[in-house]
């Protein structure tokens, strides 16, 4: 197997100046996706075979309203047989070979490259990516593919072996330590089972494929469950299933079902044949599965990200230029909506004035518009609730800070949400500090003294992401060791705050964001989706 590497592909077509040939696969991607997937009713997939419920979901592009495709509204009883089919598939699988389950792995990465621009473009309709955003998400997933392909080669599968001599001394009776025949061991990690994989709309691809491979891969078989309800990608969900079963996942190895949280959702987190949880979302719905399950008397692994409050801290001492440009991606990327996008900066007061002037200046160039559209950087919000929090945090804004920009709804002519990103200057106490808005919505407040950036940086209950702009060694060495964040990023132009590349960054949240405080590709991650067994045998 090669070394890992970055799919990378809008850099490769751009830096080898092929950046129209880019344009054209997707805009040809958009037209057959529009002309040949939209509007079709899809199933479940349970076993390896189709499934309908009793009643239908309708999902919408957030873009225009034009319908997607219609879906099962999944039950318990949905879950409960993707439960079963899953287990009854759990002996096979994880007696597989790794190598063979990393061959199969790989091939999915393969799959997912060669229709990469076809599923980045229903990406894109389906939650209103860019197209620069959709082609780096399926990229990730590609990634992720590859990197824990290569982590359980290079690991041999998690199995290590050792022994202890045989002694010819003897004793009456045994004892911690005592002198005894050869002893041979394996430490060997195992999969747990069935996975409960449950999805966000915000990374449908990307965070749905790394969930599902470092289940798979491990030997686990999956129940996948997309976001179903008010933030629908279930489409997403589909094309995924179809890589993994075509690139020779057996059948009720992964299984696809939809539905609502409170049904889908509930039953994987309670159900006694579900060995582990997956899961990346908002805080109080990861809270509530936590809670459902210990209160069963279950005590499975729980493998969640659930968000962030993430601040950036633009110092006297930074590069005003590299703190606008990385700030205004990472807080109006994908129109805010991602759990690592910066919501709050804390600047030096001796430079407020000029980094507020120079942000101000950067968002009046991002445009606000249909997503599919070269030109446009911010598309819509995913969703009608999305933009009554937008409109909530505004008038919050506007009783008790100050509104420095945008603000107000942006009439496209499409029917979808769209808004103007929003800046406000406020007070650190103030509650849009403090929650998750998971919208283009940023707060900016000023300090006095590094320390007490710090403090404020650290005043949430949060810790996925946070950012520093600064050129004193001093600062930067204080943030690296005060910061509770898990993911943390130092004078970066492309993005204050997002961004991680696989194999290079892991992202991983502290305190609220996460449990386990180990994130996806790391090393590490593939460990959580495993339990370890002593095995001795005496000779």
């Given at each position: 197997?090669?070394d890992?590497?970055?799919?990378?592909?809008?850099?490769?077509?751009?830096?080898?100046?092929?950046?129209?040939?880019?344009?054209?696969?997707?805009?040809?991607?958009?037209?057959?996706?529009?002309?040949?997937?939209?509007?079709?009713?899809?199933?479940?997939?349970?076993?390896?075979?189709?499934?309908?419920?009793?009643?239908?979901?309708?999902?919408?592009?957030?873009?225009?309203?034009?319908i997607?495709?219609?879906?099962?509204?999944?039950?318990?009883?949905?879950?409960r047989?993707?439960?079963?089919?899953?287990?009854?598939?759990?002996?096979?699988?994880?007696?597989?070979?790794?190598?063979?389950?990393a061959?199969?792995?790989?091939?999915?990465?393969?799959?997912?490259?060669?229709?990469?621009?076809?599923?980045?473009?229903?990406?894109?309709?389906?939650?209103?990516?860019?197209?620069?955003?959709?082609?780096?998400?399926?990229?990730?997933?590609?990634?992720?593919?590859?990197?824990?392909?290569?982590?359980?080669?290079?690991?041999?599968?998690?199995?290590?072996?050792?022994?202890?001599?045989?002694?010819?001394?003897?004793?009456?009776?045994?004892?911690?330590g005592?002198?005894?025949?050869?002893?041979?061991?394996?430490v060997?990690?195992?999969?747990?089972?069935?996975?409960?994989?449950i999805?966000?709309?915000?990374?449908?691809?990307?965070?749905?494929?790394?969930?599902s491979t470092?289940?798979?891969?491990?030997?686990?078989?999956?129940?996948?469950?997309?976001?179903?309800?008010?933030?629908?990608?279930?489409?997403?969900?589909?094309?995924?299933?179809?890589?993994?079963?075509?690139?020779?996942?057996?059948?009720?190895?992964?299984?696809?079902?939809?539905?609502?949280?409170?049904?889908?959702?509930?039953?994987?987190?309670?159900?006694?044949?579900?060995?582990?949880?997956?899961?990346?979302?908002?805080?109080?719905?990861?809270?509530?599965?936590?809670?459902?399950?210990?209160?069963?008397?279950?005590?499975?692994?729980?493998?969640?990200?659930?968000?962030?409050?993430?601040?950036?801290?633009?110092?006297?001492?930074?590069?005003?230029?590299?703190?606008?440009?990385?700030?205004?991606?990472a807080?109006?990327?994908?129109?805010?909506?991602?759990?690592?996008?910066?919501?709050?900066?804390?600047?030096h007061?001796?430079?407020?004035?000029?980094?507020?002037?120079?942000?101000?200046?950067?968002?009046?160039?991002?445009?606000?518009?249909?997503?599919?559209?070269?030109?446009?950087?911010?598309?819509?919000?995913?969703?009608?609730s999305?933009?009554?929090?937008?409109?909530?945090a505004?008038?919050?804004?506007?009783?008790?800070?100050?509104?420095?920009?945008?603000?107000?709804?942006?009439?496209?002519?499409?029917?979808?949400?769209?808004?103007?990103?929003?800046?406000?200057?406020?007070?650190?106490?103030?509650?849009?500090?403090?929650?998750?808005?998971?919208?283009?919505?940023?707060?900016?407040?000023?300090?006095?003294k590094?320390?007490?950036?710090?403090?404020m940086?650290?005043?949430?209950?949060?810790?996925?992401?946070?950012?520093?702009?600064?050129?004193?060694?001093?600062?930067?060495?204080?943030?690296?060791?005060?910061?509770?964040?898990?993911?943390?990023?130092i004078?970066?132009?492309?993005?204050?705050?997002?961004?991680?590349?696989?194999?290079?960054?892991?992202?991983?949240?502290?305190?609220?964001?996460?449990?386990?405080?180990?994130?996806?590709?790391?090393?590490?991650?593939?460990q959580?989706?495993?339990?370890?067994?002593?095995?001795?045998?005496?000779?």
């Amino acid at each position: 197997m090669a070394d890992f590497k970055n799919e990378f592909t809008y850099k490769k077509f751009l830096e080898s100046g092929r950046e129209e040939e880019f344009d054209r696969l997707f805009d040809n991607a958009v037209a057959k996706v529009k002309k040949e997937v939209l509007g079709k009713k899809h199933p479940m997939y349970i076993g390896g075979k189709e499934v309908f419920a009793n009643e239908e979901l309708v999902e919408y592009s957030p873009i225009d309203k034009t319908i997607v495709g219609t879906f099962q509204k999944g039950t318990r009883e949905s879950a409960r047989q993707a439960i079963e089919a899953a287990y009854a598939a759990f002996d096979e699988w994880s007696n597989l070979d790794y190598k063979e389950r990393a061959r199969i792995m790989d091939r999915a990465a393969d799959l997912f490259s060669q229709r990469k621009f076809e599923i980045s473009a229903m990406l894109s309709i389906e939650n209103g990516k860019s197209r620069y955003e959709s082609v780096g998400e399926v990229d990730e997933a590609i990634d992720f593919l590859r990197y824990y392909s290569l982590d359980m080669i290079r690991n041999k599968g998690y199995v290590r072996r050792a022994s202890l001599e045989a002694s010819t001394a003897k004793v009456k009776a045994g004892f911690q330590g005592a002198p005894g025949r050869e002893e041979k061991v394996t430490v060997a990690m195992r999969p747990y089972g069935v996975f409960g994989v449950i999805a966000p709309f915000n990374f449908p691809i990307s965070i749905s494929v790394g969930m599902s491979t470092g289940a798979l891969i491990t030997g686990n078989t999956v129940v996948f469950k997309p976001s179903s309800t008010d933030n629908m990608t279930m489409l997403s969900g589909i094309e995924i299933y179809k890589v993994f079963r075509d690139a020779g996942v057996p059948a009720g190895v992964f299984n696809y079902v939809t539905g609502p949280g409170s049904e889908v959702g509930d039953e994987l987190a309670i159900n006694p044949m579900v060995g582990g949880i997956a899961f990346t979302g908002s805080k109080s719905t990861g809270i509530g599965m936590l809670k459902k399950s210990y209160e069963a008397g279950l005590l499975k692994p729980f493998i969640v990200e659930m968000g962030g409050k993430n601040p950036v801290i633009v110092s006297k001492y930074a590069n005003l230029d590299y703190a606008v440009s990385g700030v205004a991606s990472a807080a109006f990327g994908f129109c805010g909506q991602k759990c690592s996008a910066t919501s709050r900066v804390y600047v030096h007061e001796s430079v407020k004035e000029q980094f507020i002037s120079k942000l101000l200046d950067k968002v009046r160039t991002f445009k606000v518009g249909n997503p599919l559209l070269k030109d446009n950087y911010i598309g819509p919000l995913i969703s009608g609730s999305a933009l009554s929090k937008y409109k909530s945090a505004v008038q919050e804004a506007s009783k008790n800070g100050r509104v420095i920009f945008g603000g107000k709804s942006v009439d496209t002519g499409l029917g979808g949400a769209y808004v103007e990103p929003a800046i406000m200057e406020g007070d650190h106490k103030n509650v849009l500090f403090h929650e998750e808005l998971f919208v283009p919505f940023l707060s900016i407040s000023t300090y006095k003294k590094f320390d007490e950036a710090l403090a404020m940086a650290n005043d949430v209950p949060y810790g996925l992401t946070a950012g520093l702009y600064s050129e004193k060694k001093a600062e930067i060495k204080e943030f690296v060791k005060a910061i509770k964040s898990g993911t943390i990023y130092i004078n970066r132009e492309t993005s204050s705050s997002t961004g991680a590349i696989v194999g290079l960054q892991t992202f991983v949240g502290w305190k609220s964001s996460a449990l386990t405080g180990k994130g996806s590709g790391s090393r590490f991650y593939l460990q959580q989706f495993m339990r370890e067994q002593s095995q001795t045998l005496v000779r």
